[in-house]
């Protein structure tokens, strides 16, 4: 630790001692049980907030995903504020931030005000994504990197479980409960950060912020998600639906030479170099838009074709979670060993395999093919995530942690918002879209009155998307290249420098 990076008071455990890397990972485990608690939480709370605020669709993609298309543009940012202030701080002013946004949640009256503490939150959600993988890589050596990574993702894996049925259980209550119930969990996330996390790399004020690049990556992301959304509702020809899919194309292409040359890029392209953080990073994006549309739509299918109430349909969610939850830390630990190609490889096609048995769903479907294919999902997430979060966080060096750790959460979150906007656009293409409404906000349930073909069409062409995106990914996983890590190879190249140096000395006394 250098003298800069040292605490300035007292904490209460010594972050020299072994222990501290443990208590570090139940600090950032908090942070990921609060994100993902909330994502299942409002997922499950959607109809009602629907039918309480009178609201459409255009807000409906807001509240959804608002939160994640701001943790997206700024993630990057949050992470070059990481390497300048230090990922301790930002990390628990993205605590703080993010439970102030929950409690003005709660009392929004509004979707327009609902929409700006989704917001909100995301600019607090945007530094914990930064710096929570950053600070447990920082924290553990490369031969445990894998196994924290995955109890992490266990973590995670229990959130979503618990959130549908929580937010199920809050619901009752009114679905303000479900931003409520954030608040006294982030406030002891706050507490336990300033107590317990410390600085273990020098901070590097001379970072600048690429406003111009954070700015060029929101409209093309917004441009893109739009279209995406909003095609099937007004039209795919439509001018504008048209002009949005342009602009995307025509602002990457600048956005991209932009961060090739200005001093202290978002995007830092040099760590692309690296196949194994660019293959990685390409998969994540691929598997974010293959699986992350499931949760959104199978809690519509079960309170509106089903007619099942949201703490039953949170509890019939729960396979979807379940094998995330029991195989990220075994594959976690199998990553340690024998690297991340094949784990993270197996995963995506497993993920694709249980896409293609939710093609079978039906209104009559019995409830047990559901959760089959749900749990094999869950297990191809469970399989795919820490072994491919293990690998790309290993290769990158300490002093850019924090930026790439922001460039990975970045483009999985870009999948994820491609995967609701473009889940959205299938829908609306395929059915009425009043008709729509009625199903997701619970107005109408099961078959009375309602052909509900056209909705089931849809969602098998969503799920056939997802099906596409991860059998692509599980292609790029396999070009990944084999087992690799920044401090494997730093130990390398000292050896062949010491080896250098004693030829050198043998030769110069033979002369």
């Given at each position: 630790?250098?003298?800069?990076?040292?605490?300035?008071?007292?904490?209460?455990?010594?972050?020299?001692?072994?222990?501290?890397?443990?208590?570090?990972?139940?600090?950032?485990?908090?942070?990921?049980?609060?994100?993902?608690?909330?994502?299942?939480?409002?997922?499950?709370?959607?109809?009602?907030?629907?039918?309480?605020?009178?609201?459409?669709?255009?807000?409906?993609?807001?509240?959804?995903?608002?939160?994640?298309?701001?943790?997206?543009?700024?993630?990057?940012?949050?992470?070059?504020?990481?390497?300048?202030?230090?990922?301790?701080?930002?990390?628990?002013?993205?605590?703080?931030?993010?439970?102030?946004?929950?409690?003005?949640?709660?009392?929004?009256?509004?979707?327009?005000?609902?929409?700006?503490?989704?917001?909100?939150?995301?600019?607090?959600?945007?530094?914990?994504?930064?710096?929570?993988?950053?600070?447990?890589?920082?924290?553990?050596?490369?031969?445990?990197?894998?196994?924290?990574?995955?109890?992490?993702?266990?973590?995670?894996?229990?959130?979503?479980?618990?959130?549908?049925?929580?937010?199920?259980?809050?619901?009752?209550?009114?679905?303000?409960?479900?931003?409520?119930?954030?608040?006294?969990?982030?406030?002891?996330?706050?507490?336990?950060?300033?107590?317990?996390?410390?600085?273990?790399?020098?901070?590097?004020?001379?970072?600048?912020?690429?406003?111009?690049?954070?700015?060029?990556?929101?409209?093309?992301?917004?441009?893109?998600?739009?279209?995406?959304?909003?095609?099937?509702?007004?039209?795919?020809?439509?001018?504008?639906?048209?002009?949005?899919?342009?602009?995307?194309?025509?602002?990457?292409?600048?956005?991209?030479?932009?961060?090739?040359?200005?001093?202290?890029?978002?995007?830092?392209?040099?760590?692309?170099?690296?196949?194994?953080?660019?293959?990685?990073?390409?998969?994540?994006?691929?598997?974010?838009?293959?699986?992350?549309?499931?949760?959104?739509?199978?809690?519509?299918?079960?309170?509106?074709?089903?007619?099942?109430?949201?703490?039953?349909?949170?509890?019939?969610?729960?396979?979807?979670?379940?094998?995330?939850?029991?195989?990220?830390?075994?594959?976690?630990?199998?990553?340690?060993?024998?690297?991340?190609?094949?784990?993270?490889?197996?995963?995506?096609?497993?993920?694709?395999?249980?896409?293609?048995?939710?093609?079978?769903?039906?209104?009559?479907?019995?409830?047990?093919?559901?959760?089959?294919?749900?749990?094999?999902?869950?297990?191809?997430?469970?399989?795919?995530?820490?072994?491919?979060?293990?690998?790309?966080?290993?290769?990158?060096?300490?002093?850019?942690?924090?930026?790439?750790?922001?460039?990975?959460?970045?483009?999985?979150?870009?999948?994820?918002?491609?995967?609701?906007?473009?889940?959205?656009?299938?829908?609306?293409?395929?059915?009425?879209?009043?008709?729509?409404?009625?199903?997701?906000?619970?107005?109408?349930?099961?078959?009375?009155?309602?052909?509900?073909?056209?909705?089931?069409?849809?969602?098998?062409?969503?799920?056939?998307?997802?099906?596409?995106?991860?059998?692509?990914?599980?292609?790029?996983?396999?070009?990944?290249?084999g087992h690799r890590s920044w401090q494997e190879e730093k130990a390398e190249a000292h050896d062949a420098a010491k080896d250098g140096l004693i030829t050198d000395a043998e030769s110069g006394a033979s002369i």
């Amino acid at each position: 630790m250098t003298a800069a990076a040292r605490p300035t008071r007292r904490r209460l455990v010594d972050p020299d001692a072994p222990s501290y890397r443990w208590w570090l990972l139940v600090v950032t485990s908090l942070g990921a049980l609060l994100a993902s608690l909330t994502s299942g939480t409002l997922v499950i709370a959607l109809p009602d907030i629907l039918r309480d605020l009178h609201t459409d669709l255009f807000a409906l993609l807001w509240i959804v995903v608002g939160y994640t298309l701001v943790v997206t543009v700024l993630v990057l940012n949050a992470g070059r504020l990481a390497d300048m202030f230090g990922r301790t701080k930002t990390y628990t002013l993205g605590m703080v931030v993010f439970t102030l946004a929950s409690a003005f949640c709660a009392i929004a009256p509004t979707p327009l005000l609902l929409i700006l503490g989704r917001v909100i939150q995301g600019v607090g959600g945007a530094f914990m994504f930064a710096n929570s993988s950053a600070l447990v890589t920082d924290a553990f050596p490369r031969s445990e990197l894998g196994k924290a990574l995955g109890l992490n993702a266990m973590v995670v894996g229990a959130g979503l479980i618990l959130g549908p049925v929580l937010g199920g259980w809050l619901t009752g209550f009114g679905w303000r409960f479900v931003f409520w119930f954030n608040v006294p969990l982030g406030l002891i996330g706050i507490v336990a950060a300033m107590l317990i996390l410390v600085e273990k790399t020098a901070a590097q004020r001379q970072i600048s912020i690429d406003w111009v690049g954070s700015g060029l990556y929101l409209v093309a992301l917004l441009a893109l998600m739009t279209s995406l959304a909003f095609g099937g509702l007004y039209g795919w020809t439509t001018w504008w639906v048209i002009g949005g899919f342009v602009l995307f194309l025509v602002i990457m292409p600048i956005f991209l030479w932009v961060e090739a040359r200005v001093r202290t890029p978002i995007l830092d392209l040099s760590l692309f170099r690296d196949r194994l953080f660019l293959m990685g990073n390409l998969t994540g994006l691929l598997n974010g838009v293959a699986r992350n549309s499931v949760l959104f739509l199978l809690v519509f299918f079960l309170q509106g074709v089903k007619g099942d109430d949201p703490v039953t349909a949170g509890i019939e969610l729960a396979p979807l979670a379940l094998g995330l939850l029991v195989l990220s830390p075994i594959s976690g630990a199998l990553a340690d060993r024998y690297g991340s190609r094949e784990l993270a490889t197996l995963g995506m096609l497993i993920t694709a395999a249980g896409l293609a048995g939710l093609l079978t769903i039906g209104v009559d479907t019995p409830y047990w093919q559901l959760a089959l294919w749900q749990l094999v999902i869950g297990a191809g997430s469970g399989l795919f995530n820490s072994p491919n979060t293990s690998a790309v966080m290993g290769v990158i060096p300490p002093n850019k942690r924090g930026i790439g750790a922001g460039m990975r959460a970045m483009l999985t979150n870009t999948g994820f918002v491609i995967s609701i906007a473009l889940a959205i656009g299938l829908m609306t293409s395929a059915m009425d879209p009043k008709v729509l409404v009625a199903v997701f906000s619970g107005t109408q349930t099961g078959t009375a009155g309602i052909d509900l073909g056209p909705f089931i069409n849809a969602l098998h062409i969503a799920f056939a998307a997802g099906v596409i995106a991860s059998l692509i990914g599980a292609g790029i996983s396999l070009a990944r290249g084999g087992h690799r890590s920044w401090q494997e190879e730093k130990a390398e190249a000292h050896d062949a420098a010491k080896d250098g140096l004693i030829t050198d000395a043998e030769s110069g006394a033979s002369i």
